[in-house]
């Protein structure tokens, strides 16, 4: 099992840094693996959706919003299973965002679990800050890094 926590205060106010979470089709501008989104269903808070990380890895998500406050991410099926889950705190006028994520990894990729566990929790680290940067308004100042495929981690 793969636990990721990351934790940032946000110079913007709740509602604004929802506006920015509960924005799923943009996951990839923040999610460095993430590579190509299909929404299958969408009904009211909740969106069921194909996800492609690294090159090829196809895995199925259900997305469950809960207006200003939480967004709760089930990995259901492929090589990651599992949960990210997106909190919300008001501070003042900031924001305290937690994210949490506890992931299942199969596949070849299990075998290097401590290895991409390490690169989850840069990708989620890096996601925070690019989240903080676009709630906040400013212009983003992370250099990019060359997206990795799942094959690319377990070589490196």
């Not at 998500?61 to 809960?66: E, F, G, H, P």
């Not at 994520?101 to 390490?118: C, D, Q, T, V």
């Not at 903080?132 to 060359?146: L, Q, S, T």
Request: aromatic share 6%; net charge neutral; glycine share 6%.
């Amino acid at each position: 099992m793969v636990e990721i926590k990351v934790r940032i205060q946000i110079g913007a106010p709740p509602e604004k840094v929802y506006d920015v979470v509960s924005k799923v089709d943009d996951d990839p501008k923040f999610w460095n693996l993430t590579k190509k989104i299909r929404n299958i269903s969408k009904k009211e808070n909740e969106i069921v959706r194909e996800v492609v990380i690294g090159k090829v890895d196809r895995c199925l998500q259900k997305i469950t919003l809960v207006p200003k406050g939480e967004l709760h991410i089930l990995w259901t099926k492929g090589v990651i299973t599992g949960t990210k889950d997106f909190l919300l705190s008001a501070l003042g006028n900031a924001t305290l965002l937690e994210i949490s994520m506890n992931y299942k990894i199969s596949g070849p990729a299990g075998l290097f679990s401590r290895r991409i566990e390490e690169e989850l929790q840069i990708e989620a680290e890096m996601a925070a800050d690019l989240i903080k940067e676009k709630a906040e308004g400013r212009p983003h100042d992370v250099p990019m890094e060359e997206r990795k495929s799942w094959a690319d981690l377990i070589r490196g």
